[in-house]
């Protein structure tokens, strides 16, 4: 199960890296444009939340809650830095979704910060693609 869960999260990074890309691109221009780029990108987050949280917590052979898998550098990357950076990542997805829906211009700002979040909780250093 862990091979394939493992893959659905790399494949879906590239899916999400873009379609915040094309969602902060369009943050550009007027609040009425966003909308409809904001939305897959949310979804598209919230699915890798999703994987990301099953391979966290019980598939991942990396992830460790013991005091010494810790000092691993590798080891303390993905048990908290990673998830620590997606779960403000859809925090921020989220808010401005909700500030869109009421108009709020901030929402522009959200969505850069939620792009930021996405890019800092990417392993840049792991295969880009795991097949």
Same mark, same amino acid.
């Given at each position: 199960?862990?091979?394939?869960?493992? *893959? !659905?999260?790399? $494949?879906?990074?590239? =899916?999400? #890296? &873009? @379609?915040?890309?094309?969602?902060?691109?369009?943050?550009?221009?007027?609040?009425?444009?966003?909308?409809?780029?904001?939305?897959?990108?949310? *979804? !598209?987050?919230? $699915?890798?939340?999703? =994987?990301? #949280? &099953? @391979?966290?917590?019980?598939?991942?052979?990396?992830?460790?809650?013991?005091?010494?898998?810790?000092?691993?550098?590798?080891?303390?990357?993905?048990?908290?830095?990673?998830?620590?950076?997606?779960?403000?990542?859809?925090?921020?997805?989220?808010?401005?979704?909700?500030?869109?829906?009421?108009?709020?211009?901030?929402?522009?700002?959200?969505?850069?910060?939620?792009?930021?979040?996405?890019?800092?909780?990417?392993?840049?250093?792991?295969?880009?693609?795991?097949?």
């Amino acid at each position: 199960m862990y091979p394939y869960a493992l *893959i !659905a999260h790399s $494949l879906l990074r590239w =899916v999400v #890296l &873009a @379609l915040a890309v094309l969602a902060a691109v369009s943050a550009l221009g007027p609040l009425a444009g966003i909308r409809r780029r904001l939305l897959p990108f949310v *979804i !598209a987050l919230d $699915l890798q939340v999703i =994987v990301g #949280l &099953a @391979l966290w917590i019980s598939l991942s052979p990396v992830t460790s809650f013991s005091g010494g898998a810790l000092g691993d550098v590798e080891a303390r990357h993905f048990t908290m830095v990673h998830p620590a950076m997606g779960a403000a990542a859809v925090v921020l997805a989220h808010t401005a979704n909700v500030f869109l829906k009421r108009g709020f211009p901030q929402a522009k700002v959200l969505l850069w910060l939620a792009l930021a979040a996405v890019l800092l909780a990417v392993p840049w250093g792991r295969p880009m693609l795991r097949l």
